[in-house]
């Protein structure tokens, strides 16, 4: 009430809290089906049980909601959550030494728990502030991913155009794969700003109306290196973008650039993004060819699966560019 008093919190947000209060749902059918509200020791086992029923209500509304509102896989919820649960339950013994005192010593006794409350208010702050810096820098990441490829789209508008292309298409792979949302989160970068090296490539050679020569073609292969340097230079998140931008012309049998990766060496985002940019380069037309039908690009694809490309990346792949079609 306070903080809707003090506008901290929007008074809407109050009907969330009918949704987050079934943690406490669970354990108190559990003590009532079992007559186990007076607190004694040799009721332990109903405790235990008591703290399960609670998580258990707690996890099964929440995912259910995450998954129907956000579509979070569980399997994401369950590696976020954890850390939490384990937390709650080293509390539970706490709390039992406090309902033993209360009882067996008075209610008085009660009021100690109280400093404890204090500190856990304190952590709690503490953590609320590091939640909202990560969250700011998380924002800042992803403005600075898109400002990056706003500057390659103003610098060749092809290359711009082709990158959100392949964002698109790299996600619905990656979520057709089951990638957590670190590796989900990498490969909206990584396709994102996979071609942001070729700002340093010289503008004859990006533009040119033909095939390149070989000496073109090496100019053009440092492409992802030179990717990779400059988000080395943006530091956090984007330095574990730029490894996946450095592979992502690598090529499942080993023959791509620059380090000759073979098979699951290369990043399974690099992977994601390789078989995703070439699709999306054979549907569009260049300065030099024409767009090859989506029928043939696929019959490409399944004839490169287990050289140029990853076979279960492409076999992700066509369902969906067949079922746009």
Same mark, same amino acid.
């Given at each position: 009430?306070?903080?809707?008093?003090?506008?901290? /919190?929007?008074?809407?947000?109050?009907?969330?809290?009918?949704?987050?209060?079934?943690?406490?749902?669970?354990?108190?059918?559990?003590?009532?089906?079992?007559?186990?509200?007076?607190?004694?020791?040799?009721?332990?086992?109903?405790?235990?049980?008591?703290?399960?029923?609670?998580?258990?209500?707690?996890?099964?509304?929440?995912?259910?909601?995450?998954?129907?509102?956000?579509? /979070?896989?569980?399997?994401?919820?369950?590696?976020?959550?954890?850390?939490?649960?384990?937390?709650?339950?080293?509390?539970?013994?706490?709390?039992?030494?406090?309902?033993?005192?209360?009882?067996?010593?008075?209610?008085?006794?009660?009021?100690?728990?109280?400093?404890?409350?204090?500190?856990?208010?304190?952590?709690?702050?503490?953590?609320?502030?590091?939640?909202?810096?990560?969250?700011?820098?998380?924002?800042?990441?992803?403005?600075?991913?898109?400002?990056?490829?706003?500057?390659?789209?103003?610098?060749?508008?092809?290359?711009?155009?082709?990158?959100?292309?392949?964002?698109?298409?790299?996600?619905?792979?990656?979520?057709?794969?089951?990638?957590?949302?670190?590796?989900?989160?990498?490969?909206?970068?990584?396709?994102?700003?996979?071609?942001?090296?070729?700002?340093?490539?010289?503008?004859?050679?990006?533009?040119?109306?033909?095939?390149?020569?070989?000496?073109?073609?090496?100019?053009?292969?440092?492409? /992802?290196?030179?990717?990779?340097?400059?988000?080395?230079?943006?530091?956090?998140?984007? /330095?574990?973008?730029?490894?996946?931008?450095?592979?992502?012309?690598?090529?499942?049998?080993?023959?791509?650039?620059?380090?000759?990766?073979?098979?699951?060496?290369?990043?399974?985002?690099?992977?994601?993004?390789?078989?995703?940019?070439?699709?999306?380069?054979?549907?569009?037309?260049?300065?030099?060819?024409?767009?090859?039908?989506?029928?043939?690009?696929?019959?490409?694809?399944?004839?490169?699966?287990?050289?140029?490309?990853?076979?279960?990346?492409?076999?992700?792949?066509?369902?969906?560019?067949?079922?746009?079609?």
């Amino acid at each position: 009430m306070i903080d809707y008093a003090t506008g901290a /919190t929007n008074v809407q947000r109050a009907y969330l809290v009918f949704g987050d209060s079934w943690h406490a749902v669970g354990p108190a059918l559990v003590l009532i089906i079992a007559g186990g509200q007076v607190f004694a020791w040799d009721n332990w086992p109903l405790y235990v049980a008591a703290l399960a029923a609670q998580l258990a209500f707690d996890f099964g509304i929440n995912a259910a909601r995450m998954w129907l509102i956000d579509g /979070t896989p569980i399997r994401d919820q369950i590696r976020f959550i954890a850390p939490v649960y384990g937390f709650d339950a080293a509390l539970a013994p706490i709390g039992l030494l406090a309902a033993f005192a209360v009882v067996e010593v008075g209610p008085a006794t009660g009021l100690l728990v109280l400093p404890l409350a204090a500190v856990l208010a304190i952590l709690s702050g503490e953590r609320r502030a590091r939640v909202d810096q990560a969250l700011a820098l998380s924002e800042a990441y992803q403005g600075t991913a898109m400002l990056l490829g706003d500057v390659v789209e103003a610098d060749d508008a092809y290359t711009g155009s082709h990158s959100r292309g392949v964002v698109e298409l790299s996600l619905a792979v990656s979520d057709a794969l089951g990638l957590d949302s670190r590796q989900r989160r990498n490969v909206e970068f990584g396709a994102l700003l996979h071609d942001v090296g070729k700002i340093a490539v010289p503008k004859e050679i990006i533009n040119k109306a033909g095939p390149l020569d070989d000496e073109e073609w090496e100019v053009m292969r440092q492409h /992802t290196i030179e990717g990779e340097r400059m988000l080395q230079r943006v530091g956090g998140v984007l /330095t574990e973008v730029g490894r996946i931008v450095r592979a992502s012309h690598e090529e499942y049998d080993g023959s791509g650039y620059p380090d000759g990766l073979v098979g699951e060496e290369i990043p399974i985002e690099s992977r994601i993004v390789s078989c995703c940019d070439a699709f999306s380069a054979m549907t569009t037309t260049r300065s030099y060819r024409k767009a090859m039908p989506v029928s043939k690009a696929v019959e490409e694809l399944r004839a490169c699966a287990g050289s140029q490309f990853d076979p279960e990346v492409v076999a992700a792949l066509i369902p969906m560019v067949v079922e746009d079609r």
